[in-house]
């Protein structure tokens, strides 16, 4: 598979057990965020998203939860599987600034161990 | 199914060899943008498109060149690629107004 980091920071998670991944993100005017998944050998895969007006947002098995105060995200995943095992990156957005450029953080490699 | 596809997924190609990476995306999105994948570096922006005929450079745009002459369509060029342009390739779509991208699956890209 293809090489998306040399250098990331790694979480090692027991399968079942839930993940914490944090990000700090450097604008603080900036107003939407995105968590992306990314496997081996594929592009980004989109997670769930959070606007500035929340600070928490449940999907399915993941929660984002948005602290403006200290610019800092983080993505929590219940019940860790095997196949969550990815890079997972966050990205932010300053909604009509650049063309509602995204940028993204450096990302972080999860491991499930069975 | 929605996607978006790029081609070729890997080329080898050699300094000063003009080539273009094709994607496309089947979902009307209105924007679309290509990223290169770099490690320790992350996803850098090269060029993004917010419609037909509107093209602006990302963060990198130096040795690429893009066209959006269709609504589907966003090719990568690089007219005299160069080693520093080995890299990973990402062509993304999105609807205009959302903040969600789909990314295509990658283009590895090695310039001899």
């Known amino acids: 598979g293809e090489s998306v980091g040399l250098h990331l920071p790694t979480l090692s998670v027991q399968e079942g057990d839930n993940s914490i991944i944090n990000c700090a993100y450097s604008n603080s005017a900036s107003d939407y965020f995105i968590w992306y998944k990314q496997e081996s050998g594929k592009g980004p895969q989109f997670i769930i998203d959070i606007r500035s007006n929340m600070d928490k947002r449940q999907g399915q098995r993941v929660t984002v939860l948005l602290n403006k105060t200290v610019k800092h995200l983080s993505l929590q995943i219940a019940a860790t599987q095997p196949g969550d095992s990815a890079v997972y990156f966050c990205?932010?957005?300053?909604?009509?600034?650049?063309?509602?450029?995204?940028?993204f953080g450096g990302g972080t490699r999860v491991l499930v161990k069975p | 199914e929605a996607q978006v596809t790029q081609n070729p997924r890997y080329l080898i190609t050699v300094t000063g060899k003009k080539l273009t990476v094709t994607c496309s995306q089947n979902?009307?999105?209105?924007?679309m943008s290509w990223y290169r994948q770099d490690p320790g570096l992350g996803l850098r922006q090269i060029y993004y498109?917010?419609?037909?005929?509107?093209?602006d450079k990302g963060d990198v745009p130096e040795g690429y060149k893009v066209s959006r002459k269709e609504k589907r369509n966003f090719p990568l060029i690089l007219e005299s690629p160069s080693p520093n342009q080995t890299s990973l390739y990402f062509c993304?779509?999105?609807?205009?107004?959302?903040?969600?991208?789909?990314f295509g699956p990658g283009t590895r890209l090695t310039v001899l």
């Open positions: 993304a779509s999105r609807q205009q107004g959302r903040g969600e991208q789909f």
């Open positions: 979902m009307n999105h209105e924007y």
């Open positions: 990205a932010e957005k300053l909604t009509g600034a650049a063309g509602n450029k995204l940028t």
């Open positions: 498109s917010m419609n037909v005929e509107v093209t």
